[in-house]
């Protein structure tokens, strides 16, 4: 998700029971991004994703 919407993120998440969820955010906007800008939030994401899938603790 984007930046603007991680403080939503987190409440919905409280809601639900999850407080402290871990988020792969990166930096708004997306739309109207030139392909170059996408790839480097792309790559930005994926350094943050694969932590959160391979080292999670139950």
Known sequence: MTDRFERSAQVVAELNG?????????????ANN???????????????????LTERTP
């Not at 030139?34 to 959160?52: G, H, N, Q, Y």
């Open 18 to 30: 999850l407080r402290g969820y871990p988020f792969a955010v990166i930096a708004h906007p997306v």
């Open 34 to 52: 030139d392909e170059a800008a996408l790839r480097s939030k792309a790559e930005t994401a994926v350094l943050r994703i694969v932590p959160l």
